[in-house]
């Protein structure tokens, strides 16, 4: 099992940057593919961005291809998620997450078996 703590999240005004972190721990890092989710109120959890083990595959939602970037550090056992160009509708909660069991890289929150609690980022307009 992997366990994941998100960090970074926070308020900031539109057009703003902000570099969200996630801590893994508990078994081999670098086996898992990683992800990152978001919650706005009252919607679905959505796909945001995945990033293949070693790094060298990546894959954004349409909503935020060119302002987001996802990368890791295997050595540190780190994911990031750089956000730029910031709109009020990227308001939610931002959750990290692990799949200890696939290959590939995922945008099905399904295929996914460990989360983290969650980070709050506030976009104002």
């Known amino acids: 099992q992997v366990q994941l703590v998100e960090s970074g999240g926070g308020l900031v005004q539109a057009g703003g940057s902000l570099r969200l972190s996630c801590a893994a721990s508990g078994r081999t890092f670098s086996s898992c593919v990683m992800g990152w989710f978001r919650q706005g109120p009252g919607k679905e959890r959505e796909f945001v961005a995945t990033i293949s083990r070693g790094g060298g595959t990546t894959s954004y939602a349409d909503a935020v291809k060119g302002r987001f970037t996802i990368s890791r550090d295997n050595a540190k056992n780190m994911v990031y998620l750089q956000m730029n160009s910031l709109k009020p509708e990227d308001t939610a909660v931002y959750y990290c997450?692990?799949?200890?069991?696939?290959?590939?890289?995922?945008?099905?929150?399904?295929?996914?078996?460990?989360w983290g609690q969650g980070t709050q980022v506030t976009v104002s307009s």
């Open positions: 997450a692990a799949d200890t069991v696939r290959l590939r890289v995922s945008r099905n929150r399904a295929d996914y078996d460990a």
